[in-house]
């Protein structure tokens, strides 16, 4: 008897320990012992977040929250979540450069941390921070909704009861008011109408002649051959401007007859050379000096030459009346 109830009394307990682990492994009871990485963020408030709420990267469920505090040295509201070290068999890496942010995960209120991969971040270490983006509070979300929902309610009572019937009555007394000047408005705007759609006056001719069109056509078309011209004519332009900048180029390179002239500097030299020496020469002449300056500046020299123009002059003259030796003779007695 006494081994049977000490049996029973194994086997219960036993039964109890294995439906502990199995309601710890539903309920992830079992990560609190198992090692992890713990990682720190720092938020502006934690909204609806509670210990316990998943961690997740890429939708992935990599870890918990662990704690929630404040911490008043930055306040800010910090997040402890522990992090698996693998997944699977596979390494859970979070970078220096992830970014958390609380989000939730449907309409109940359900709240999470989401992680990032990070880019070329690397690989964080335990109790470390990662940079935290903010999501807008669901609270504040739903209170301006709140605050919309009131002004359209507000101005949906302006439009309705005696606000309502107020309005209407005072737009008929105006019509009814108005009622003659309002059918002659509409009798105009009819009988306008009703020209325009028959060509009459400016605007009718505008909609209804066909010529109008030809023309605006004609001249849209002109217009584009205009245009296409005037990028051909720039097309030119820009070529010669090419053109010419080569030019330029060739002749500050020292290149051709010009580009010799500007840049050739026994060409320069050989040319101050010339015109100071004609400069001397002009400066002579003008003082008399030498045959070409005497020539131009002796008197003398003027008078007889006009003198002996004059006296051959005389004796052309006389030649049409005497033969050969006589002209010969004159000539001769003429000018000695």
Do not use: C, W
Not at 26 to 32: A, C
Not at 89 to 113: C, E, N, R, W, Y
Not at 198 to 223: E, F, H, M, P, R
Not at 273 to 301: C, H, S
């Amino acid at each position: 008897m006494k081994n049977t109830l000490e049996t029973r009394l194994g086997l219960f307990v036993a039964l109890v320990m294995l439906a502990t682990f199995f309601v710890l492994v539903i309920l992830g009871g079992l990560e609190s012992f198992q090692p992890g990485l713990h990682v720190h963020a720092l938020f502006d408030g934690a909204q609806e977040l509670k210990v316990g709420d998943r961690v997740r990267m890429a939708g992935v469920e990599i870890g918990k929250v662990e704690k929630i505090s404040a911490d008043y040295t930055n306040n800010k509201v910090r997040v402890t979540m522990k992090i698996r070290k693998e997944i699977d068999h596979v390494p859970v890496v979070v970078k220096t450069d992830s970014t958390a942010t609380i989000k939730f995960a449907g309409l109940m209120g359900q709240s999470f941390v989401a992680l990032d991969f990070g880019t070329k971040g690397e690989p964080l270490k335990d109790a470390g921070f990662v940079a935290t983006a903010e999501q807008p509070d669901i609270s504040a979300v739903v209170k301006k909704l709140d605050i919309a929902v009131s002004g359209f309610t507000n101005v949906t009572k302006v439009f309705a009861g005696d606000s309502m019937n107020n309005l209407f009555s005072t737009l008929y007394d105006f019509i009814k008011r108005n009622s003659d000047p309002l059918t002659a408005t509409i009798s105009n705007l009819n009988s306008a109408s009703a020209q325009i759609a028959a060509g009459q006056g400016t605007i009718g001719k505008l909609i209804n002649d066909g010529t109008l069109y030809t023309n605006a056509l004609i001249t849209v078309s002109n217009l584009q051959a205009g245009i296409s011209n005037f990028q051909s004519t720039s097309d030119e332009i820009r070529a010669t401007v090419v053109e010419g900048r080569k030019v330029i180029e060739g002749i500050n390179a020292g290149q051709g007859t010009l580009g010799k002239l500007a840049k050739d500097e026994k060409l320069y030299t050989d040319t101050t050379a010339a015109m100071t020496n004609l400069k001397e020469i002009l400066e002579k002449m003008n003082n008399g000096q030498g045959t070409v300056g005497k020539l131009i500046n002796d008197q003398e020299f003027y008078k007889n030459a006009k003198l002996t123009l004059q006296k051959i002059d005389k004796a052309t003259e006389e030649l049409e009346d005497s033969g050969p030796l006589s002209v010969l003779n004159a000539v001769v007695g003429k000018l000695f």
